[in-house]
C-alpha cells in the first residue's frame, strides 16, 4: 500500500526540498548525482546533509548508487513532492487529498485550492502515443538516463496544461487548467461521472451529449487545430445536468500532422458507436466529420 503523497510531504523540511532540487538540478550533468556536488550546494553540515538524504532514501524519493563513489538519483515519487511544493508554494494548491484514479500513466489527485475550491492534480509519467517512439524504448530502460524521463513527463504536462488553455479559450466544454509545474497540472474538478458509467439517460439525453462532444471536436478542429486522439466513454465526463466534458488531452495530434484523419475517424468512430450501441442513436459518420471538420 503507497503511502499518501501529501503525508510524505509533510514529513519534510526545508533542507529535504532543497536537497531534492539539487539532485534533479544534478541529474542534468550526471546519471548519479556525486554527494560532493550536494554538499558543495547546500549551506548547512555536512551530517545534517547526510541526514536528509538519508531520509529521503528511506522515503523513496531518491536512489543511492554506490560503487566507487557515492551518487544520488531521483525518483518520480521525488519529482512529485517538487512539483507538489512549488505548487504550494505558488498558493495553487493547500493540500493534496486522495487519488481519483491511477491512470496508464498519470497519477491523478483531488486537491483544495487555498480559496477552498476542489481541484484535480495530475502527475504525468512518460507519454504515450505521442511518445511512441521513447516507448518502444521502455525494455531497454535501464540505459535511458532518468532525466530523459523526466523531461518527456515534463513535456506531457506542458502540452497538456497549454491545449486544455487554448480549447478554454475557445469555448470548448474541457476542464479549465489551472497551472503546471513539472510533470505536474492542475485542473478544475469537474464534478461527474465517466460516460460509460452514466446509467438511465433518455434518448434526449444522450442526443444532449452527443452534441456537446461533437461540439468540442470541432471547435478543437476548426478554432484550435488539434484532433483529441484518444476519445472514448473513458475519456468523458458527465455532469448532472448533462453536460459533457472531454478530458485526457496530451496525446492531441495537430490536424496537419500524418495520421491526423485517420485518428479524427477512429476518435468519431468510437465515440458513434458508443451510442449506436447503448443508445441506439442511429449516428452517420460521414455527417458528424462533416460538422467536426466544418466548412
Ligand atoms: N478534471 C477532472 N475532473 C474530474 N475528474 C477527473 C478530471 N481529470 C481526470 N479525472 C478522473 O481521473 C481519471 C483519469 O484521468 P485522465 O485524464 O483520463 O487520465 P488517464 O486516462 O491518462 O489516467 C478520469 O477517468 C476521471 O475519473
Ligand atoms: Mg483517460
Do not use: C
Not at 523540511?13 to 538540478?25: A, F, G, S, T
Amino acid at each position: 500500500m503507497p503511502r499518501r503523497l501529501w503525508d510524505i510531504y509533510l514529513k519534510l523540511e526545508p533542507l529535504d526540498v532543497k536537497v531534492l532540487r539539487v539532485i534533479e538540478k544534478g541529474l542534468s550533468k550526471y546519471e548519479f548525482v556525486p554527494l560532493e556536488y550536494i554538499e558543495r550546494r547546500i549551506r548547512a553540515s555536512p551530517t545534517r546533509v547526510n541526514r536528509s538524504l538519508d531520509k529521503l532514501n528511506e522515503l523513496k524519493l531518491i536512489r543511492r548508487y554506490v560503487g566507487h563513489t557515492t551518487g544520488y538519483t531521483l525518483t518520480y515519487m521525488g519529482l512529485d513532492i517538487l512539483a507538489l511544493s512549488a505548487l504550494v508554494a505558488r498558493e495553487v494548491i493547500s493540500r493534496l487529498g486522495d487519488t481519483i484514479g491511477v491512470g496508464k500513466e498519470g497519477r491523478i489527485y483531488l486537491a483544495e485550492s487555498p480559496a477552498g475550491d476542489l481541484v484535480v492534480v495530475k502527475f504525468h509519467r512518460e507519454g504515450r502515443r505521442s511518445f511512441q517512439h521513447i516507448r518502444k524504448l521502455r525494455s531497454y530502460a535501464m540505459q535511458v538516463p532518468r532525466k530523459s524521463w523526466f523531461r518527456v513527463a515534463k513535456l506531457v504536462g506542458e502540452r497538456e496544461f497549454k491545449v486544455l488553455a487554448a480549447l478554454k479559450d475557445e469555448g470548448a466544454k474541457v476542464p479549465n487548467p489551472i497551472a503546471w509545474n513539472r510533470h505536474a497540472v492542475v485542473q478544475e474538478f469537474i464534478p461527474g461521472v465517466e460516460l460509460y458509467r452514466v446509467r438511465d439517460l433518455s434518448v434526449d439525453e444522450a442526443e444532449k451529449i452527443l452534441n456537446d462532444i461533437i461540439d468540442t471536436l470541432a471547435i478543437a478542429y476548426q478554432r484550435v487545430g488539434v484532433v483529441h486522439g484518444d476519445l472514448s466513454e473513458y475519456n468523458v465526463l458527465v455532469t448532472e445536468d448533462i453536460e459533457a466534458y472531454i478530458i485526457d488531452w496530451p496525446q492531441f495530434v495537430y490536424k496537419d500532422e500524418p495520421g491526423a484523419d485517420e485518428l479524427l475517424l477512429r476518435d468519431v468512430r468510437y465515440i458513434a458507436n458508443f451510442f449506436k450501441r447503448k443508445y441506439r442513436i442511429q449516428v452517420d459518420i460521414g455527417e458528424i466529420l462533416k460538422r467536426v471538420r466544418g466548412g
